[in-house]
């Protein structure tokens, strides 16, 4: 009898060590689920979105509005340095939780991942030095100017492109990085720079008084997104839910604006 009952008690402990000893897993897109920790995925060598400083740290723009996010959400993030090339695979597989990284909004990313409400434009935009935007009202004002921009980037893919464009223009150059083509703006080598808005307004704030960022837009405009495993709508709309505030009361404008010298984040 002895054995029996403590055949039974072993039993009848295990069936509540196995109840409530521990929340159970629970499938993704659960509200309930408990989030300790958020793991952000993002490509560390794209300044000023995410990079690391001389430190050795994980720093940026995207990086101080995940941060902001985290701290409303009351939860832990870590930042992990992924294979772009193999983004949504991380996702997927669950090594990370979110990619918050400048990410364009594609229909070929939207039939993998899940995506935010769009919180900043992609556009290529012209920078002129300070004070000489030379009648500069839209990209056909380029013509008869000499133009460059950064070899391989979006902006040189589409002038190239756009025949009737770049055969307008008196010289064509590029470079190998920006910081060359800004220092050849400022001396006056170019009369304007096609460059990403982001990159090159982050440029701009280093160097304060130097060149002037017009509003014009050369080629289509993208935006950016937070991205989300497929089904995992309750983080998402968690993070969307805190993300609107940040922008209502000015959290993510300032953020913006220590970035760039400007808030470009959009605005419902």
């Not at 002895?2 to 159970?24: D, H, P, S, W, Y």
């Not at 992924?82 to 983004?87: L, T």
């Not at 470079?175 to 006056?188: H, K, Q, R, T, W």
């Not at 991205?227 to 000015?250: C, I, N, P, W």
Request: charged share 30%; net charge negative.
């Amino acid at each position: 009898m002895k054995k029996i009952f403590m055949a039974a008690l072993l039993l009848v402990t295990m069936v509540f060590t196995g109840c409530g000893g521990g929340e159970a897993p629970k499938a993704d897109g659960d509200s309930s689920k408990k989030m300790e920790k958020i793991v952000i995925g993002l490509d560390d060598e794209y300044a000023p979105m995410g990079f690391k400083n001389e430190q050795n740290e994980i720093i940026g723009f995207d990086v101080d509005l995940a941060k902001e996010a985290a701290n409303r959400l009351g939860t832990e993030v870590e930042f992990k340095a992924i294979d772009w090339n193999s983004k949504e695979a991380e996702l997927k597989s669950g090594r990370i939780d979110i990619i918050w990284n400048g990410l364009d909004i594609t229909p070929e990313r939207q039939e993998n991942m899940l995506f935010s409400d769009p919180y900043m434009d992609n556009r290529q935009i012209i920078f002129v030095k300070k004070g000489n935007d030379q009648g500069i009202n839209a990209e056909t004002d380029l013509a008869g100017k000499t133009v460059g921009t950064q070899a391989g980037s979006t902006a040189e893919a589409y002038i190239v492109e756009n025949a009737a464009l770049k055969d307008s223009l008196k010289e064509f150059k590029t470079y190998g990085d920006y910081v060359s083509a800004f220092m050849d703006l400022e001396n006056g080598r170019i009369d304007a720079l096609v460059c990403d808005e982001i990159v090159g307004r982050y440029a701009m704030s280093k160097q304060e008084g130097k060149f002037d960022a017009l509003n014009v837009n050369v080629g289509p405009v993208s935006e950016f997104g937070i991205a989300f495993r497929k089904d995992d709508t309750a983080l998402r709309d968690k993070v969307q839910g805190v993300f609107d505030e940040m922008v209502k009361d000015g959290a993510a404008g300032k953020i913006s604006e220590q970035w760039f010298g400007a808030d470009l984040v959009k605005k419902k």
